[in-house]
């Protein structure tokens, strides 16, 4: 039985990767802001863009099996560069635009046998980094919420967190710009290598599946080993 999975941004990247695995088997909604690379998904496009829209507004069918939320940010700078306004976009970006999606969509996941919700952390709020300070700040918020909702609403859907490193996406560019420093980058982990697109995608196909129906409140950390294993 096909599941209707709606994905908050996803038209590149993670995202994008994603919806070339779950779409052959599911109802597939990506609410974005623009179509990019989607030409070639078999989806249903809805324009959106989760800091300024209501999710409400959109027309998505009453009953929703999966949601997918992908918007972040990569503001590495020193903290004394960061001003109180980039911490509050950040926040606004990652943290309070999933509230205000989740919250409006609270019916429409309800009324599925049980939903999976799936949002995005980061493994420097495990490893503290320097320069992610306003990224771990917003990215532990979503840590703490998911945890809290995944109780607050069991059994009726899941609710777990993907918490990926350094994954070769446009958010990226800049920290993977040229050979030197991918390879400086992907040396840091235990796995010699930064993250790909695929890596993570991975998982939101397990999460979303009937695979994981026993997992909710759980934060996985796809990184290369970097937030648990000391190999140097």
């Known amino acids: 039985m096909r599941k209707n999975i709606l994905f908050i941004g996803g038209s590149y990247g993670i995202g994008l990767e994603s919806a070339k695995i779950l779409t052959s088997e599911n ?33 998505l069918p009453d009953t929703l099996d999966g949601l997918v939320y992908f918007p972040g940010s990569i503001k590495l700078k020193p903290f004394k560069m960061l001003s109180p306004e980039i911490f ?37 709020v495990k490893v503290g980094m320097p320069f992610h300070t306003s990224i771990s700040a917003a990215k532990g918020a979503i840590e703490g919420f998911a945890k809290s909702l995944a109780a607050e609403y069991a059994p009726s859907f899941r609710v777990n967190v993907i918490s990926p490193s350094l994954t070769d996406t446009q958010l990226s560019e800049k920290l993977l710009s040229n050979d030197a420093k991918r390879e400086k980058m992907g040396d840091r982990h235990p796995l010699k290598r930064v993250g790909n697109p695929k890596d993570i995608a991975n998982a939101v196909e397990f999460l979303i599946s009937e695979k994981s129906s026993w997992m909710t409140g759980q934060i996985l950390g796809i990184d290369g080993g970097l937030s648990t294993l000391n190999v140097h």
């Open 88 to 124: 509050q976009e950040e926040m606004n970006l990652n943290f309070f635009s999933l509230v205000k999606v989740v919250q409006g969509l609270l019916p429409k996941l309800k009324n599925s046998e049980q939903a999976s919700l799936i949002f995005f952390s980061t493994v420097a």
């Open 27 to 59: 109802n597939l909604f990506i609410a974005s802001r623009t179509k990019e690379g989607l030409n070639e998904i078999e989806c249903t496009h809805l324009t959106f863009d989760a800091s300024k829209d209501d999710i409400k507004e959109l027309e």
